[in-house]
């Protein structure tokens, strides 16, 4: 399974595996792309970081890269219905590193997202 995690930070050790998990999806200036069968793991940046609030288009963030699911600390309604829609899970992760998320995962213990923790506003701080 492939699996998103957006993040601030570019680089770090392991293709950005402790680089920890940004707390809103969209204005996330990278993603870490995990295999979880594999452990292999590249970084890419984000391509649509500068949109307009509910105007994200989760397709150009991820560019050509394909995942089956993402990890994130927060989220829009516009975000999670369209990501939804294209058959991609969405889990709510923790504050942490990509690493310390992937690991509850694979453990069963992240929840899925769902509409009523998802940001309503531009003010992200009380959905993350």
């Known amino acids: 399974m492939k699996i998103a995690f957006p993040t601030s930070q570019e680089g ?15 204005s996330a ?17 984000n391509r649509d970081r500068h949109h307009k ?14 995942v089956d699911a993402i990890i994130a600390g927060g989220m829009g309604k516009g975000a999670l219905s369209k990501l939804s829609k294209e058959g991609i899970a969405v889990y709510r992760g923790i504050e942490g590193s990509v690493s ?11 929840p899925a997202f769902t509409m ?11 959905c993350c």
């Open 12 to 26: 770090g050790q392991g293709s950005g595996m402790e680089n920890p998990v940004h707390d809103h999806f969209g």
């Open 29 to 45: 200036g990278f993603f870490v792309i995990v295999d979880s069968e594999t452990g292999e793991s590249e970084m890419i940046r």
């Open 53 to 66: 609030h509910g105007e994200c288009q989760p397709g150009r963030f991820l560019g050509s890269a394909k």
């Open 100 to 110: 310390e998320n992937l690991a509850l995962f694979k453990k069963g213990k992240l």
């Open 116 to 126: 009523d923790q998802t940001c309503t506003d531009a003010d992200h701080h009380h």
